[in-house]
Nanobody
Framework: QVQLVESGGGSVQAGGSMTLSCEASGDTVYNLYMAWFRQAPGKEREGVAAIWSGGSVYKYTKYSDSVNGRFTISRDNAKNTMYLQMSNLKPEDTAMYSC??????????????????WGQGARVTVAS
């Protein structure tokens, strides 16, 4: 069983930066497929970024086209924490951001149905 807790949400001006954190705890916290999702008012949930292991390190990543080049996903294994570094934020980035994880292989990395564990979510508001 895995528990996920997000932190770092808040409000920021357009063009600014913000970093979200997701701390994992439980009996199995290593070798997880992990990802960030977001859902804006009136829109469907969207996969933002995913990260998974290449055998010994979490070096493989995938980003949605809307955030590619602006967001960076990373993981600190020593702290069991995943991060989402966001820069050049736009008003359309406003959403509830949630972290997710799976102990099973995830083939479609930005598909929310592939993940079993979820955090409570962190609100991000980007003002124009």
């Amino acid at each position: 069983q895995v528990q996920l807790v997000e932190s770092g949400g808040g409000s920021v001006q357009a063009g600014g930066s913000m970093t979200l954190s997701c701390e994992a705890s439980g009996d199995t916290v290593y070798n997880l497929y992990m990802a960030w999702f977001r859902q804006a008012p009136g829109k469907e949930r969207e996969g933002v970024a995913a990260i998974w292991s290449g055998g010994s390190v979490y070096k493989y990543t995938k980003y949605s086209d809307s955030v590619n080049g602006r967001f960076t996903i990373s993981r600190d294994n020593a702290k069991n924490t995943m991060y989402l570094q966001m820069s050049n934020l736009k008003p359309e980035d406003t959403a509830m951001y949630s972290c997710a994880a799976s102990s099973r292989v995830v083939w479609t990395k930005l598909d929310s149905n592939a993940y079993d564990y979820w955090g409570q979510g962190a609100r991000v508001t980007v003002a124009s």
